[in-house]
């Protein structure tokens, strides 16, 4: 089992920054990946960024240039800074761990961008 807390959500204007984290709760040299995924009222699930345990990463091109996903294995926590917000930013921000061939998320928090 993997349980992750996040933090870092909140309202900003259109062209801010925001910074989320998430803490594991094993250690991040035991996971195979973790990253963020984010939901809009009424659209799926879409992933913002991943990162591996090999230190790979991956982003949409929606978020390519704005977000950076960066981890801490001393703290096995992960980050997601986020610049240039813009109002479709806006959503459910999911924490995402996979190990042991399970996926955990964390329980998600709000990022609202106004314009």
């Known amino acids: 089992q993997v349980q992750l807390v996040e933090s870092g959500g909140g309202l900003v204007q259109a062209g801010g920054s925001l910074r989320l984290s998430c803490a594991a709760s094993r250690s991040s040299f035991s996971i195979s990946a973790m990253g963020w995924y984010r939901q809009a009222p009424g659209k799926q699930r879409e992933l913002v960024a991943l990162i591996t345990r090999s230190g790979s990463i991956n982003y949409p091109d929606s978020v390519k240039g704005r977000f950076t996903i960066s981890r801490d294995n001393a703290k096995d926590t992960v980050y997601l800074q986020m610049n240039s917000l813009n109002p479709e930013d806006t959503a459910v921000y999911y924490c995402?761990?996979?190990?042991?061939?399970?996926?955990?998320w964390g329980q998600g928090t709000q990022v609202t961008v106004s314009s």
């Open positions: 995402y761990a996979q190990w042991a061939l399970n996926h955990y």
